[in-house]
Antibody, heavy 124, light 109 residues
Framework: EVQLVQSGAEVKKPGESLKISCKGSGYSFTSYWIGWVRQMPGKGLEWMGIIYPGDSDTRYSPSFQGQVTISADKSISTAYLQWSSLKASDTAMYYC?????????????????WGQGTMVTVSS | EIVLTQSPGTLSLSPGERATLSCRASQSVSSSYLAWYQQKPGQAPRLLIYGASSRATGIPDRFSGSGSGTDFTLTISRLEPEDFAVYYCQQYGSSPPDTFGQGTKLEIK
């Protein structure tokens, strides 16, 4: 079964760092882009960025560039989303999702497989 | 960056009725690279339609997508109780970032 399994919910204080994970299984992890999507409480979906685990090529939305870092460890089929200094406004559900078609060339695609989401709460 | 506007914000219908959801883009979406997702409370989104009109794996044929350029439509031919959810469109026709619409909530009347 093709699936993405995300790490568990996190509660952090402003200024703390955080790295959440997304582990892929059931398919060739290095052949598909993985993206991250933010959903703030009661709000819609926001495309944050994508990474190609095969060579770690990464693209960011301008809205998130410099605010987060996307990385991947292909040896353990895991993608990451990290913050160096969290803010209260980072409180949200974060989803990882797989771009539908394989290959490093196509950076725009629908997301066909989604993780279950990781809730990040930042509060003093 | 392409802005997607979905309408209506909320749609109130009864099971068995036909639902028509709209997604309008601020500029033409190349190659009809438009997807639709369904999200139920407490769940991750699920891909319904890609390429404007192709159903994803396992999606019932009561769901259909149409449109091109700047105007796209998701139609649910006969609503089932499990179809009441929030629906998002996404364009992926230009270079990143891809963008999502703000969502349409389909609620039971």
């Amino acid at each position: 079964e093709v699936q993405l399994v995300q790490s568990g919910a996190e509660v952090k204080k402003p200024g703390e760092s955080l790295k959440i994970s997304c582990k892929g299984s059931g398919y060739s992890f290095t052949s598909y882009w993985i993206g991250w999507v933010r959903q703030m409480p009661g709000k819609g979906l926001e495309w944050m960025g994508i990474i190609y685990p095969g060579d770690s090529d990464t693209r960011y939305s301008p809205s998130f560039q410099g605010q987060v870092t996307i990385s991947a460890d292909k040896s353990i089929s895991t993608a990451y989303l990290q913050w160096s200094s969290l803010k209260a406004s980072d409180t949200a559900m974060y989803y990882c999702a797989r771009l539908m078609h394989p290959g490093g060339g196509a950076t725009s695609d629908a997301f066909d497989i989604w993780g279950q989401g990781t809730m990040v709460t930042v509060s003093s | 960056e392409i802005v997607l506007t979905q309408s209506p914000g909320t749609l109130s219908l009864s099971p068995g009725e036909r639902a028509t959801l709209s997604c309008r883009a601020s500029q033409s979406v190349s190659s009809s690279y438009l997807a639709w997702y369904q999200q139920k409370p407490g769940q991750a989104p699920r891909l319904l339609i890609y390429g404007a009109s192709s159903r994803a794996t396992g999606i019932p044929d009561r769901f259909s997508g149409s449109g091109s350029g700047t105007d796209f439509t998701l139609t649910i031919s006969r609503l089932e109780p499990e179809d009441f959810a929030v629906y998002y469109c996404q364009q992926y026709g230009s270079s990143p970032p891809d963008t999502f619409g703000q969502g349409t909530k389909l609620e039971i009347k």
